[in-house]
């Protein structure tokens, strides 16, 4: 009777365990397809780009059987003017001329042009064809358009690194004045680094005289640090484009405390971004460390002190030992939000202030280069996954628990 009953309880412990994941089975359908589908389908976008590919199979065919590998032979212009003929009666031209221009500046116009006289008739051999459009009688061209008919490509997650293929296969640095993106990741990581240390030496103080307060007193101090929740970002930033101006309440206030002797110019500047991004990401910083500094016992600090330790030595051996997992993850949410900022870097910021972010908003909406944005999305994802397994994993703490 017992070895029977065995399997029929082990079953029930299954459908009691099944249940939990049958409740949640709906939320986790919808962030699936609502939330993870999609940034998957933009991050592929990093390394799958069939544009070229679909567009000249004959060509690619052509060169694979070319054993040069600069310009080809008459069989792969023949082959190109064909499939560009195809491609125009399609529609797919501009789009080809879009994706080939990324990898080769100034073929948009050229492939635009190169099309028109195949679709007419007037273009149809090698030498018309390198007459309408000269990039084509240069090795560099057929080498970006070997690149392209890879349908998987490393090429836009080497650009977001500002490298590329050289033409001897190998990895290497694109031109000084092409470098954008390195320059732009080290601005980022700068800014957020600013902000991060700005909020800390603002929100370490205050959490602390908080935690001293009389409850109600805490109490209201907390609405009022909570208060910036309540109003949209973009009211926040609104707000400190007025603040910042040159005839602003901040430059006001300076001159009339004798600080400076003349406006400065704070809108579009970089220390108006900081001090506006500082505002805004406060009380990420403050809330996890007020939160692990209510959990102190006073009691500790005072045994500490019985036994001879002076103040200083109490605060860095007993208290801040225990405030630092509130601290490191009050850091660590601010340093990750503000890589990701959009608004208050167009409203605030100067013209070399423009964070990640921007770039790939640019990308998406503006130059409709999704899979640039998706390699920017990328590296910008997987710096933040990076950075928190370090802080983490390496320091061996549980950032997120605060008891």
């Not at 948009?108 to 018309?128: C, F, K, M």
């Not at 084509?136 to 293929?165: C, K, P, Q, V």
Request: charged content about 15%; overall charge positive; glycine content about 8%.
């Amino acid at each position: 009777m017992a070895s029977i009953a065995m399997p029929r309880i082990r079953m029930n412990e299954r459908r009691e365990g099944l249940r939990p994941l049958a409740l949640a089975a709906p939320l986790l359908v919808l962030l699936l397809f609502s939330f993870a589908a999609p940034i998957l389908a933009l991050l592929s976008r990093a390394v799958y780009e069939p544009t070229i590919a679909n567009t000249l199979p004959r060509t690619a065919t052509a060169l694979r059987q070319d054993l040069s590998s600069g310009v080809p032979g008459d069989a792969a212009f023949i082959a190109l003017a064909a499939d560009l003929k195809d491609a125009a009666a399609a529609g797919a031209i501009p789009e080809f001329a879009k994706s080939l221009n990324v990898r080769l500046a100034g073929a948009r116009s050229q492939i635009l042009r190169l099309g028109r006289g195949v679709t007419s008739g007037q273009v149809a051999d090698r030498a018309s064809m390198i007459k309408a459009a000269p990039l084509l009688g240069e090795d560099r061209s057929w080498t970006a358009i070997r690149g392209g008919l890879n349908r998987f490509t490393s090429f836009y997650l080497l650009s977001a690194f500002d490298l590329r293929w050289t033409e001897d296969g190998g990895i290497g640095a694109v031109p000084p004045d092409q470098a954008v993106f390195t320059r732009v990741l080290g601005r980022t990581f700068l800014i957020a680094t600013l902000v991060t240390l700005g909020t800390l030496i603002l929100g370490f103080p205050l959490a602390y005289w908080m935690t001293n307060l009389k409850p109600a007193l805490a109490g209201i101090v907390l609405v009022l640090v909570l208060l910036p929740f309540w109003t949209s970002i973009l009211v926040r930033t609104a707000a400190w484009t007025v603040i910042l101006q040159k005839f602003g309440l901040l430059n006001d206030m300076l001159l009339w405390l004798g600080l400076t002797s003349e406006r400065l110019e704070l809108m579009y500047s970089r220390t108006g971004l900081v001090l506006a991004m500082t505002h805004i990401q406060l009380p990420f910083t403050l809330l996890p460390i007020y939160s692990v500094m209510r959990s102190v016992q006073t009691s500790q600090l005072r045994a500490a002190q019985s036994l001879g330790a002076r103040p200083f030595t109490v605060f860095r051996r007993v208290y801040l030992p225990q405030v630092m997992p509130g601290v490191l993850a009050g850091c660590l949410l601010t340093f990750i939000l503000c890589l990701g900022y959009y608004i208050t870097p167009v409203l605030v910021g100067g013209a070399s202030d423009q964070l990640i972010s921007n770039f790939i908003a640019n990308y998406v909406n503006v130059e409709l280069n999704w899979e640039m944005a998706a390699a920017l999305s990328f590296v910008l994802l997987a710096s933040t996954l990076g950075l928190y397994i370090a802080m983490t994993r390496y320091l061996g703490l549980d950032l997120f628990k605060m008891g």
